[in-house]
């Protein structure tokens, strides 16, 4: 794995959009793998000043999701699907047709995960896949576990991860308690993987995923098996 330590949020940022603008440069046509959370939206402020100083072009980017809220879709401002049509799509010339995000709403979430699972293959796989990581060590909502889930899957929140998420409802009660989330399969055969963590609060974590033991208990730590991760921490 690769590990660079930005001296600021701000570095963290244009480093990441630095190596996704290379991305859609070489490959015009090529699917992205994009994450939420509080840490990716300065990688997507930068790509957004890309976009209109005219130096990328979006027209043809395909895009795919981690995860998303049971029960969300795009019409509530809590969702995934809201939260990346307000802090990218809605600001870039993507066709939001080739945008894609788990259905919060599927009447049947494994059925969603099976065919969100084909459309990442029918893709291709995705050339970058955009991470964050949560304070115990989730990808995506891959939360610590007994073994790794492969698929795309519904998940029961963690207190950790609610207690987190809460800062962006009115009451901690709102946070949905469930989540669908792309599995170890479709995050790990990303041609390219990126890894975002920002404050002092995420490095023990970081420490652990990229030396501790490969463990479910520890979900990014599977990351160790890729060949191609870049992990981008700043402290600040
Ligand atoms: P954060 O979330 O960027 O808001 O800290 C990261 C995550 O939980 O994946």
């Not at 059925?111 to 050339?127: H, I, M």
């Amino acid at each position: 794995m690769k590990y660079i330590e930005a001296g600021s949020y701000e570095e963290l940022s244009r480093i990441a959009a630095g190596i996704i603008a290379d991305q859609v440069k070489e490959k015009p046509d090529c699917v992205l793998g994009l994450a939420t959370g509080s840490t990716p939206i300065g990688t997507y402020k930068e790509l957004i000043k890309k976009y209109e100083a005219g130096e990328l072009d979006f027209s043809k980017v395909k895009t795919v999701n981690l995860d998303e809220y049971i029960g969300l879709d795009g019409s509530s401002d809590q969702s995934y699907r809201y939260f990346m049509n307000h802090n990218l799509f809605d600001h870039v010339n993507i066709d939001k047709n080739n945008t894609n995000v788990p259905n919060g709403k599927a009447a049947d979430p494994s059925k969603e995960g099976a065919r969100y699972d084909e459309l990442v293959a029918s893709l291709g796989g995705t050339d970058i896949q955009l991470l964050g990581i949560g304070h115990d060590g989730h990808i995506g909502f891959n939360e610590p576990d007994e073994v790794f889930y492969a698929a795309t899957h519904e998940v029961v929140l963690d207190d950790m991860t609610i207690d987190a998420n809460a800062r962006f409802f009115a009451s901690r009660d709102e946070v949905p308690t469930k989540a669908i989330t792309m599995g170890m399969w479709a995050i790990m055969q990303a041609k390219k993987i990126i890894l975002v963590a920002n404050g002092e609060g995420k490095k023990d974590i970081v420490d652990k995923f990229m030396h501790g033991p490969v463990t479910p208990k520890v979900p990014a730590s599977i990351l160790q098996c890729h060949r191609d991760v870049t992990v981008i921490y700043s402290k600040n």
